[in-house]
């Protein structure tokens, strides 16, 4: 049974950092693209970064480009996203996800998904 467990998550001021993680199980994690996904308050699930399978490739949605960054241990089967610069548009549910393919940039193309860790950004 694969399970992807997100944390991290919190309430934050503009301007902050936070750094979220996701412990996976159940899975050979190396043979999986990770990544994040987010969902805010009315909006469509959108895209937020990705990792490839040996950490040679990553790939950022458009809004988080230049302030997150994902990085992997493929030892301690962990995804992790460092948040910088943080703004209320970030506010969201963020999801770990599993992929068994390159590049994921679709909700659909993600195999695995966690339960999710609130992010909320106060201005």
């Known amino acids: 049974q694969v399970q992807l467990v997100e944390s991290g998550g919190g309430l934050v001021q503009a301007g902050d950092s936070l750094r979220l993680s996701c412990a996976a199980s159940?899975?050979?994690?190396?043979?999986?693209?990770m990544g994040w996904f987010r969902q805010g308050p009315g909006k469509e699930r959108e895209f937020v970064a990705a990792i490839s399978r040996i950490s040679r490739w990553t790939s950022y949605g458009d809004s988080v480009k230049g302030r997150f960054s994902i990085s992997r241990d493929n030892v301690k089967n962990t995804v992790d996203l460092q948040m910088n610069s943080l703004k209320p548009e970030d506010t969201a549910v963020y999801y770990c996800t599993g992929a068994g393919r390159w590049p994921v940039g679709a909700a659909y193309e993600a195999d695995y998904w966690g339960q999710g860790t609130q992010v909320t950004v106060s201005s």
């Open positions: 159940g899975l050979t994690f190396s043979s999986y693209a």
